[in-house]
């Protein structure tokens, strides 16, 4: 018979499986272990996530109000969470194990994959980018039976626990939001945008990529892009943690001195280039993971990434558990990462730290910008497509086009529809960006009219940002529109900063 526990006992083991998943995809993510092991996790904590158990917290919810509702709400979305993840743990290991283990050939040097996608960025043969990202992309693709494999099983399981089985139904009311308005909303903003983007785009294209490129060069280019290769050598690597640490320094935070934080800036073969904050246990056990490679994606990275880290490393500890780790969804906390890697279109900063002229110091504020407009626009496109993904999944692959389509018409780059899977975040993640892209804007004119246009160097922003950290997971993106004076849906300010005038 399975053992049904309290909620508050629950939330105590689930505190410590957790922590245990967090450190294991942290070793693995880092390049520490070569071999992922959480299913040897999972079968430790089989008991835990029950259907039994499950029903006991939707129980004790259906009798609950006010925040102890939402609380349990949480739970029991965590246990469902875990009843897959039980389910899927094995079939998942074997996955990650085998795209870790898969290597890429590529001008007689074996690459594992993620060090392929890693060296994208800083090739300057631009035919050896297409080369590259064509193997790079073809070993991806042998694991799409795998990935669709595991979706189907995770969909078919969530359907089941929740008893709903439309997929943007479930998300869009876990997030409560609706989707379909957001994703609209998001068209209309990039419609408005084009007049302004194309003629940006072309002249970053021919600043960056040179005019031998393609019309529509690849999108294996867009790491190097992102990375403003040619004009790297002002963001050296070396440079980055220090100039990082003066500009949140600046708005009272010494994330140096912040013992609740650990810094993982080593370069390993097998380390996700991608960076990441690992909340292993908040406040008190918190990663940032970066692999630098020089550039001012580098900086741009470590910013958004301690805007995750401060925030969780900086919400109150008498929260409960719940309040402190798990959320909605994760537009919240990517509001505060995005408002600090924000930082890096101000042209005083690039002023202040790498002493430019007020001339250059404009150009490299507008790169950072076309960036910004390049990835918003890139997000809002893959929304549109992971809409029709979801709502026809039993013949996702119908839909592979699409992905390829909507990314080459938003941004100008052609992908490939077989990285239509890989290139999937789960649970409508680009919706939770989206909504932080809309909000950090709001914030952005609200911090230029309460502190002024500096407040991107200015303590009163710290001290701001504090007060929002330590309410940890608990408040939505859309209650903090509300509190600064905005609709959720309002993109009037992120049209102002991403159209050129």
Same mark, same amino acid.
């Given at each position: 018979m399975a053992v049904v526990r309290t909620p508050d006992r629950f939330e105590a083991e689930l505190a410590q499986f957790l922590y245990e998943r967090s450190e294991e995809a942290r070793e693995v993510r880092v390049g520490e272990k070569e071999t992922s092991d959480q299913a040897a996790i999972v079968e430790r904590y089989a008991d835990l996530f029950t259907p039994e158990q499950h029903d006991a917290l939707r129980g004790e919810e259906e009798e609950a109000r006010g925040e102890a509702r939402e609380r349990l709400y949480r739970l029991r979305e965590a246990c469902a969470g875990g009843v897959i993840v039980r389910q899927l743990a094995e079939a998942s290991d074997r996955l990650e194990n085998a795209i870790l283990a898969e290597r890429v050939e590529f001008r007689g040097e074996s690459l594992p994959i993620r060090s392929a996608q890693a060296q994208l960025a800083v090739l300057d043969d631009y035919h050896g980018r297409d080369e590259l990202g064509e193997l790079a992309a073809d070993a991806s693709a042998r694991f799409n039976c795998d990935r669709y494999g595991l979706m189907q099983r995770a969909e078919a399981l969530d359907a089941d626990l929740s008893g709903n089985p439309d997929p943007v139904g479930r998300s869009a009311a876990r997030k409560g939001i609706d989707l379909h308005a957001l994703a609209d909303a998001l068209e209309d903003a990039s419609r408005r945008q084009v007049e302004s983007w194309e003629p940006l785009r072309e002249h970053w294209l021919e600043r960056i990529l040179g005019s031998e490129r393609d019309a529509e060069p690849a999108s294996y280019h867009v790491s190097y892009l992102r990375r403003m290769s040619p004009l790297a050598d002002l963001y050296a690597k070396e440079r980055c943690v220090p100039i990082c640490l003066a500009t949140l320094s600046s708005l009272g935070f010494d994330?140096?001195?912040?013992?609740?934080?650990?810094?993982?800036?080593?370069?390993?073969?097998?380390?996700?280039?991608?960076?990441?904050?690992?909340? /292993? &246990?908040?406040?008190?056990?918190?990663?940032?993971?970066?692999?630098?490679?020089?550039? +001012?994606?580098?900086?741009?990275?470590? $910013?958004?990434?301690?805007?995750?880290?401060?925030?969780?490393?900086?919400? &109150?500890?008498?929260?409960?558990?719940?309040?402190?780790? +798990?959320?909605?969804?994760?537009?919240?906390?990517?509001?505060? /990462?995005?408002?600090?890697?924000?930082?890096?279109?101000?042209?005083?900063?690039?002023?202040?730290?790498?002493?430019?002229?007020?001339?250059?110091?404009?150009?490299? *504020?507008?790169?950072?910008?076309?960036?910004?407009?390049?990835?918003?626009?890139?997000?809002?496109?893959?929304?549109?497509?992971? $809409?029709?993904?979801? *709502?026809?999944?039993?013949?996702?692959?119908?839909?592979?086009?699409?992905?390829?389509?909507?990314?080459?018409?938003?941004?100008?780059?052609?992908?490939?529809?077989?990285?239509?899977?890989? &290139?999937?975040?789960?649970d409508f993640y680009s919706a939770d960006y989206l909504r932080a892209w809309i909000r950090t804007a709001q914030m952005r004119a609200h911090l230029r009219e309460t502190i002024g246009e500096d407040w991107w160097r200015r303590p009163q922003t710290g001290e701001l940002l504090r007060a929002l950290f330590a309410e940890g997971t608990r408040p939505t993106s859309e209650e903090i529109a509300d509190r600064i004076g905005y609709e959720p849906l309002d993109t009037a300010p992120l049209l102002d900063e991403l159209v050129a005038v």
């Amino acid at each position: 018979m399975a053992v049904v526990r309290t909620p508050d006992r629950f939330e105590a083991e689930l505190a410590q499986f957790l922590y245990e998943r967090s450190e294991e995809a942290r070793e693995v993510r880092v390049g520490e272990k070569e071999t992922s092991d959480q299913a040897a996790i999972v079968e430790r904590y089989a008991d835990l996530f029950t259907p039994e158990q499950h029903d006991a917290l939707r129980g004790e919810e259906e009798e609950a109000r006010g925040e102890a509702r939402e609380r349990l709400y949480r739970l029991r979305e965590a246990c469902a969470g875990g009843v897959i993840v039980r389910q899927l743990a094995e079939a998942s290991d074997r996955l990650e194990n085998a795209i870790l283990a898969e290597r890429v050939e590529f001008r007689g040097e074996s690459l594992p994959i993620r060090s392929a996608q890693a060296q994208l960025a800083v090739l300057d043969d631009y035919h050896g980018r297409d080369e590259l990202g064509e193997l790079a992309a073809d070993a991806s693709a042998r694991f799409n039976c795998d990935r669709y494999g595991l979706m189907q099983r995770a969909e078919a399981l969530d359907a089941d626990l929740s008893g709903n089985p439309d997929p943007v139904g479930r998300s869009a009311a876990r997030k409560g939001i609706d989707l379909h308005a957001l994703a609209d909303a998001l068209e209309d903003a990039s419609r408005r945008q084009v007049e302004s983007w194309e003629p940006l785009r072309e002249h970053w294209l021919e600043r960056i990529l040179g005019s031998e490129r393609d019309a529509e060069p690849a999108s294996y280019h867009v790491s190097y892009l992102r990375r403003m290769s040619p004009l790297a050598d002002l963001y050296a690597k070396e440079r980055c943690v220090p100039i990082c640490l003066a500009t949140l320094s600046s708005l009272g935070f010494d994330l140096a001195a912040n013992d609740r934080i650990r810094l993982d800036l080593d370069d390993r073969p097998q380390k996700s280039p991608r960076a990441c904050v690992i909340a /292993s &246990d908040p406040p008190t056990v918190v990663h940032l993971i970066t692999r630098a490679q020089g550039g +001012l994606h580098d900086y741009q990275a470590f $910013l958004h990434e301690a805007g995750h880290a401060l925030h969780y490393a900086g919400l &109150d500890a008498d929260l409960p558990y719940t309040f402190r780790r +798990l959320s909605r969804d994760h537009a919240l906390t990517e509001i505060y /990462s995005f408002l600090l890697e924000s930082i890096t279109r101000e042209p005083g900063w690039h002023a202040l730290h790498f002493g430019l002229s007020e001339e250059e110091d404009a150009e490299r *504020a507008e790169a950072a910008r076309f960036l910004e407009v390049l990835l918003f626009r890139r997000y809002a496109a893959k929304l549109r497509y992971e $809409l029709e993904l979801w *709502a026809d999944f039993e013949n996702a692959s119908d839909h592979a086009q699409t992905y390829a389509d909507n990314l080459r018409a938003a941004v100008g780059f052609r992908y490939r529809a077989d990285g239509y899977l890989a &290139d999937l975040d789960g649970d409508f993640y680009s919706a939770d960006y989206l909504r932080a892209w809309i909000r950090t804007a709001q914030m952005r004119a609200h911090l230029r009219e309460t502190i002024g246009e500096d407040w991107w160097r200015r303590p009163q922003t710290g001290e701001l940002l504090r007060a929002l950290f330590a309410e940890g997971t608990r408040p939505t993106s859309e209650e903090i529109a509300d509190r600064i004076g905005y609709e959720p849906l309002d993109t009037a300010p992120l049209l102002d900063e991403l159209v050129a005038v």
